[in-house]
């Protein structure tokens, strides 16, 4: 009874402390909604309105109707350029992505029944842009040398099999619909680490660090005592990031609330505890903000899966990233907003956070002072 | 004759405030590691993850054909490295279950009929393809390499069928892709880590600096010497910049030297244009610093700038995807510039007609910090 009542001193006592020094607040309330608004706007892999060159050497009616097939897509606006250096300047200037050359002897080998030849330049440095307006051109080719070729006879109206796709949870798929709840786990790691990184050793470098061990009060009381507000500030920034996901930027939101809560908690408890324990390591706020920023920050953006596919990354790496719990938060908000309550795999991945969340909170507690 | 002397008595205590400040630095043995190691260990660990190739998909099947040419259209899939494995289920809910628990990102589902139709003239046979939404660009890029792979194994059923009598239609198509022939996500990111880098680098040693000496109260010996603000954020920043230039060269010569990341233009030039950067995002950075009273405010400044900047500096997402309000607000961020510098200087041999509207800007907003530095720092000393 004791302990439950010094522990609710310590909240209390934090309490009135994040009240009163405004900064906690503003990385509660300001900070996540700042960076929501900004990513969910910002980033995108869609690549819509990608502007191509079409330099036709060739200005013959053949030319003109391949030309004039590429004009009709709503993610390519194709620009007329008649000659190769011409489209090829542009395309060194960045103004367009991709040039497509029709060469000039292209509907002489046409009518002599040969396969007319096309060229595609991108710029290679922009590796995904480069394959999709690849891909993209390529299709539209193989689609109006069939429809020529069917006309003359030649070619049947549509492939020997066709395929259908079909995209579950995200039928246009829209890369939004998944960045979005992706850098929402992102943005809530920062927080929850941000909130916590410098409590400790805050109180270490003003000397109330001491008055609060001339107390009566014990590890668990001191490590929760400051933890339980925190998580709590986390938990509400969590919830009306959920509110900003689904009503501003319009990601569907299938599953329960009660599914993001439990979510949630889980993975702000850890975010919270990897703060504390920075805290309690560091005794120096300038240390534990360097070493927040920098395990915080970078590792969540480029491990968790957000915008890099882990799928793709080298077998070590994977298994590094089993150990941020980003990853798995992550995979649980992309599920529960566009997806549903799917338990089996929320468990799996709440179960793995959990277990990272165990060794920090030993970590954290053995690190949390008992005396001076 | 005494302007000179003013000019010189300046210099020196600017020097002076140099060296105390690197003291300061390279005295404490945790500011040394973080200046080393966390750049080190993050470009070793990040050079092979930042990728947006999809590769090993895990690909689940679901094959209500005991026919041969079933047999023989998955294994067009099976050849293709981008397929991990494919795992066979039976019945649609199974495989279903398995799509929406993760263990497969996509499905490909066979119809009864699909021998037969293959066989048989005059018809199209259909496959279906399920993918999984919450990964929405692998989705994206997935659904187009199964699309080649159908066409192109459709050519051959049609070639087949009609007996020789009408002809292969041969994509036609030659790419060429500048630059960057192999479309190597490793060419294409390790100059961009560079630029990632240093920018939290150069965040690190500024952001703290002015609130970290109003904190432990070193703020009013400042306050008593005879330099003067300018003189003070002048030592700050020269002295910062000397630190995370020694930092980013670090990174630029493993990035070269030790992945073998090939350079096309001019070290010097990549030397120059991550000096002026890091000039201009460390007086952000100290700006930050003299707004702030506390270092936990600092430090909210520090997280509220540079995410943000990190993330719309056209990195990973491209610039261009953003609605324009906010790429008329990216016109502000330094990281850009940077990063369009470090991608054209590592990747083409950049012309200096192209550099310099990146480095004009990084003029611009390294000069207008420093002054706002400097005015914030003065108001604090007052």
Same mark, same amino acid.
Request: positive net charge; glycine residues 6%; contains cysteine.
């Given at each position: 009874?004791?302990?439950?009542?010094?522990?609710?001193?310590?909240?209390?006592?934090?309490?009135?402390?994040?009240?009163?020094?405004?900064?906690?607040?503003?990385?509660?309330?300001?900070?996540?909604?700042?960076?929501?608004?900004?990513?969910?706007?910002?980033?995108?892999?869609?690549?819509?309105?990608?502007?191509?060159?079409?330099?036709?050497?060739?200005?013959?009616?053949?030319?003109?109707?391949?030309?004039?097939?590429?004009?009709?897509?709503?993610?390519?606006?194709?620009?007329?350029?008649?000659?190769?250096?011409?489209?090829?300047?542009?395309?060194?200037?960045?103004?367009?992505?991709?040039?497509?050359?029709?060469?000039?002897?292209?509907?002489?080998?046409?009518?002599?029944?040969?396969?007319?030849?096309?060229?595609?330049?991108?710029?290679?440095?922009?590796?995904?842009?480069?394959?999709?307006?690849?891909?993209?051109?390529?299709?539209?080719?193989?689609?109006?040398?069939?429809?020529?070729?069917?006309?003359?006879?030649?070619?049947?109206?549509?492939?020997?099999?066709?395929?259908?796709?079909?995209?579950?949870?995200?039928?246009?798929?829209?890369?939004?619909?998944?960045?979005?709840?992706?850098?929402?786990?992102?943005?809530?790691?920062?927080?929850?680490?941000?909130?916590?990184?410098?409590?400790?050793?805050?109180?270490?470098?003003?000397?109330?660090?001491?008055?609060?061990?001339?107390?009566?009060?014990?590890?668990?009381?001191?490590?929760?005592?400051?933890?339980?507000?925190?998580?709590?500030?986390?938990?509400?920034?969590?919830?009306?990031?959920?509110?900003?996901?689904?009503?501003?930027?319009?990601?569907?939101?299938?599953?329960?609330?009660?599914?993001?809560?439990?979510?949630?908690?889980?993975?702000?408890?850890?975010?919270?505890?990897?703060?504390?324990?920075?805290?309690?390591?560091?005794?120096?706020?300038?240390?534990?903000?360097?070493?927040?920023?920098?395990?915080?920050?970078?590792?969540?953006?480029?491990?968790?899966?957000?915008?890099?596919?882990?799928?793709?990354?080298?077998?070590?790496?994977?298994?590094?990233?089993?150990?941020?719990?980003?990853?798995?938060?992550?995979?649980?908000?992309?599920?529960?907003?566009?997806?549903?309550?799917?338990?089996?795999?929320?468990?799996?991945?709440?179960?793995?956070?959990?277990?990272?969340?165990?060794?920090?909170?030993?970590?954290?507690?053995?690190?949390?002072?008992?005396?001076? | 004759?005494?302007?000179?002397?003013?000019?010189?008595?300046?210099?020196?205590?600017?020097?002076?405030?140099?060296?105390?400040?690197?003291?300061?630095?390279?005295?404490?043995?945790?500011?040394?590691?973080?200046?080393?190691?966390?750049?080190?260990?993050?470009?070793?660990?990040?050079?092979?993850?930042?990728?947006?190739?999809?590769?090993?998909?895990?690909?689940?099947?679901?094959?209500?054909?005991?026919?041969?040419?079933?047999?023989?259209?998955?294994?067009?899939?099976?050849?293709?490295?981008?397929?991990?494995?494919?795992?066979?289920?039976?019945?649609?809910?199974?495989?279903?279950?398995?799509?929406?628990?993760?263990?497969?990102?996509?499905?490909?589902?066979?119809?009864?009929?699909?021998?037969?139709?293959?066989?048989?003239?005059?018809?199209?046979?259909?496959?279906?393809?399920?993918?999984?939404?919450?990964?929405?660009?692998?989705?994206?890029?997935?659904?187009?390499?199964?699309?080649?792979?159908?066409?192109?194994?459709?050519?051959?059923?049609?070639?087949?069928?009609?007996?020789?009598?009408?002809?292969?239609?041969?994509?036609?198509?030659?790419?060429?892709?500048?630059?960057?022939?192999?479309?190597?996500?490793?060419?294409?990111?390790?100059?961009?880590?560079?630029?990632?880098?240093?920018?939290?680098?150069?965040?690190?040693?500024?952001?703290?600096?002015?609130?970290?000496?109003?904190?432990?109260?070193?703020?009013?010996?400042?306050?008593?010497?005879?330099?003067?603000?300018?003189?003070? +954020? $002048?030592?700050? =920043?020269?002295?910062?910049?000397?630190?995370?230039? !020694? *930092? %980013? &060269?670090?990174? @630029?010569?493993?990035?070269?030297?030790?992945?073998?990341?090939?350079?096309?233009?001019?070290?010097?030039?990549?030397?120059?244009?991550? +000096? $002026?950067?890091? =000039?201009?995002?460390?007086?952000?950075?100290?700006? !930050? *610093? %003299? &707004?702030?009273? @506390?270092?936990?405010?600092?430090?909210?400044?520090?997280?509220?700038?540079?995410?943000?900047?990190?993330?719309?500096?056209?990195?990973?997402?491209?610039?261009?995807?953003?609605?324009?309000?906010?790429?008329?607000?990216?016109?502000?961020?330094?990281?850009?510039?940077?990063?369009?510098?470090?991608?054209?200087?590592?990747?083409?041999?950049?012309?200096?007609?192209?550099?310099?509207?990146?480095?004009?800007?990084?003029?611009?907003?390294?000069?207008?910090?420093?002054?706002?530095?400097?005015?914030?720092?003065?108001?604090?000393?007052?």
């Amino acid at each position: 009874m004791k302990r439950l009542e010094r522990l609710f001193a310590i909240v209390w006592k934090e309490w009135l402390q994040v009240f009163r020094d405004p900064s906690a607040l503003l990385v509660a309330f300001v900070l996540p909604a700042v960076m929501l608004f900004l990513f969910g706007y910002g980033l995108s892999l869609d690549a819509t309105d990608v502007r191509i060159g079409a330099a036709l050497e060739d200005s013959s009616p053949l030319a003109r109707s391949f030309y004039n097939s590429l004009d009709a897509s709503k993610y390519f606006s194709a620009n007329y350029y008649s000659s190769r250096s011409e489209a090829e300047l542009a395309l060194r200037n960045g103004e367009i992505r991709a040039v497509v050359v029709v060469p000039n002897d292209f509907s002489q080998k046409v009518g002599r029944g040969e396969t007319g030849t096309i060229q595609i330049l991108t710029d290679g440095g922009e590796t995904n842009l480069s394959l999709i307006a690849e891909n993209y051109l390529t299709a539209a080719f193989a689609k109006w040398r069939r429809a020529q070729l069917y006309e003359t006879g030649s070619a049947t109206k549509s492939s020997g099999v066709v395929l259908e796709t079909k995209t579950l949870y995200n039928t246009a798929q829209i890369s939004r619909n998944s960045l979005t709840p992706g850098s929402m786990g992102m943005i809530l790691a920062m927080i929850g680490t941000l909130l916590t990184c410098m409590v400790v050793a805050r109180e270490w470098e003003r000397g109330t660090m001491e008055a609060t061990l001339a107390t009566s009060v014990g590890r668990f009381e001191l490590f929760f005592g400051k933890l339980i507000p925190y998580f709590l500030l986390g938990l509400v920034a969590a919830l009306y990031s959920a509110l900003m996901t689904r009503y501003l930027f319009h990601v569907p939101f299938r599953g329960s609330l009660l599914a993001f809560i439990y979510a949630s908690s889980a993975f702000l408890l850890v975010a919270t505890s990897q703060g504390l324990l920075i805290s309690s390591i560091c005794r120096d706020q300038n240390l534990a903000s360097q070493i927040a920023l920098l395990s915080s920050f970078l590792p969540n953006y480029i491990l968790s899966g957000v915008i890099f596919e882990i799928d793709a990354m080298p077998q070590i790496l994977q298994i590094i990233t089993y150990v941020f719990p980003a990853r798995y938060y992550v995979v649980c908000l992309q599920t529960i907003f566009m997806a549903g309550d799917i338990w089996p795999l929320l468990n799996r991945q709440i179960g793995c956070i959990a277990i990272i969340g165990a060794i920090f909170f030993v970590a954290a507690i053995a690190k949390t002072p008992r005396r001076l | 004759m005494r302007k000179v002397s003013v000019m010189s008595g300046s210099i020196r205590r600017v020097w002076r405030l140099i060296l105390k400040e690197l003291l300061i630095s390279f005295g404490n043995p945790k500011t040394r590691l973080v200046l080393i190691f966390p750049p080190i260990m993050q470009l070793i660990i990040f050079a092979s993850a930042v990728t947006l190739d999809v590769k090993n998909v895990r690909t689940g099947v679901y094959n209500m054909d005991s026919g041969v040419e079933a047999a023989a259209f998955l294994k067009a899939f099976s050849t293709k490295p981008i397929f991990k494995e494919l795992r066979y289920y039976r019945g649609h809910d199974e495989i279903k279950r398995a799509l929406e628990n993760r263990e497969i990102f996509a499905a490909i589902i066979v119809p009864e009929d699909f021998s037969q139709k293959v066989l048989a003239q005059g018809e199209t046979a259909q496959i279906q393809l399920l993918l999984d939404g919450r990964r929405a660009n692998a989705a994206n890029i997935l659904g187009g390499y199964a699309s080649a792979i159908v066409q192109t194994y459709g050519v051959d059923v049609e070639v087949a069928k009609s007996g020789g009598s009408i002809e292969r239609i041969a994509p036609g198509v030659v790419p060429r892709r500048w630059f960057n022939p192999n479309l190597s996500a490793h060419n294409a990111f390790m100059p961009c880590l560079v630029c990632l880098l240093a920018t939290t680098v150069g965040m690190i040693v500024s952001s703290q600096s002015i609130a970290r000496e109003r904190e432990t109260g070193t703020f009013e010996q400042l306050l008593v010497s005879p330099a003067s603000p300018v003189e003070i +954020v $002048l030592g700050k =920043t020269i002295s910062a910049v000397f630190l995370a230039t !020694i *930092s %980013a &060269l670090m990174i @630029t010569a493993i990035v070269i030297w030790g992945f073998r990341t090939p350079l096309q233009g001019s070290f010097w030039t990549v030397l120059a244009t991550l +000096v $002026l950067f890091l =000039t201009s995002i460390i007086s952000i950075g100290l700006m !930050i *610093s %003299a &707004l702030s009273t @506390t270092q936990q405010q600092a430090t909210l400044g520090m997280f509220l700038f540079l995410p943000p900047a990190i993330m719309l500096s056209g990195f990973a997402t491209p610039i261009e995807n953003m609605p324009s309000w906010l790429q008329t607000f990216t016109l502000l961020n330094p990281v850009r510039y940077e990063m369009s510098l470090m991608r054209g200087l590592f990747l083409r041999d950049m012309s200096i007609n192209s550099i310099i509207p990146c480095v004009v800007p990084l003029i611009i907003i390294a000069f207008l910090s420093f002054s706002a530095a400097c005015y914030m720092f003065k108001r604090r000393m007052e």
